[in-house]
């Protein structure tokens, strides 16, 4: 007789890798995001989100109906404890121009339509800030514009100040395939959030704890 697996969280969290990949690293697709190494108290909101049906996915929904918030944090325990290589960026051979409009809104922001740097919350490395910052290089360029259209037509929304929403909606279109374009161009050698932010950030914003 095959012996039983064992009953561990990876185990259990095999169902997460349809779409999300082997161990949370994502798939070649473009429209799912990485989750392993991101901040616990994150992906433990967006797990809260899709149950409670502030974020709208069907079959997350489906899948989170029945479990408790102990255990959607247990999830996002595990997932946030996974330290796994980063697959080559995925965007190569984008036109200079929006590369660099792209870093800039990115880095430095834009005072002329009251953009803050992205940097200035998610971490100056792009990798997130624990304990509820994601991190936005690793994703998928499609997901990226996927989210930030979301956040822009209120498909997507945060507890208030609602700041990702306000910012989008500043940007123009171009703007925002520049910053998805930049963000998925960009290599990661290691992906775990910092600690803190080195200065408050100069927008007021909940988007870190919903």
């Known amino acids: 007789?095959?012996?039983?697996?064992?009953?561990?969280?990876?185990?259990?969290?095999?169902?997460?890798?349809?779409?999300?990949?082997?161990e949370g690293r994502a798939t070649n697709s473009g429209y799912f995001p990485r989750i392993a190494g991101k901040p616990a108290g994150y992906l433990y909101n967006q797990l809260i989100n899709f149950r409670d049906g502030r974020r709208q996915n069907a079959t997350m929904a489906y899948l989170l109906d029945h479990m408790s918030d102990q255990y959607l944090m247990e999830?996002?325990?595990?997932?946030?404890?996974?330290d796994l290589p980063?697959?080559?960026a995925q965007t190569t051979k984008a036109p200079a121009a929006t590369l660099a409009r792209g870093e800039q809104l990115v880095r430095h922001g834009d005072a002329s339509l009251g953009v803050p740097a992205c940097a200035s919350c998610h971490g100056a490395a792009m990798t997130g800030v624990a304990p509820a910052m994601p991190g936005l290089l690793g994703l998928p360029h499609d997901y990226l514009l996927g989210q930030l259209g979301a956040w822009r037509t209120g498909m997507r929304r945060a507890s208030l100040p609602d700041c990702m929403g306000e910012i989008t909606?500043?940007?123009?279109?171009?703007?925002?395939v520049a910053v998805a374009t930049w963000l998925s161009s960009q290599?990661?050698?290691?992906?775990?959030?910092?600690g803190s932010l080195p200065a408050q950030p100069t927008m007021e914003c909940g988007s870190g704890f919903r």
């Open 187 to 194: 290599p990661v050698k290691r992906g775990l959030p910092v």
């Open 86 to 88: 980063y697959p080559p």
């Open 169 to 176: 909606r500043r940007l123009s279109p171009q703007d925002v």
């Open 75 to 82: 999830i996002a325990k595990h997932f946030a404890s996974l």
């Open 1 to 22: 007789m095959a012996a039983e697996p064992p009953d561990s969280m990876g185990q259990r969290m095999q169902a997460c890798a349809t779409c999300h990949g082997k």
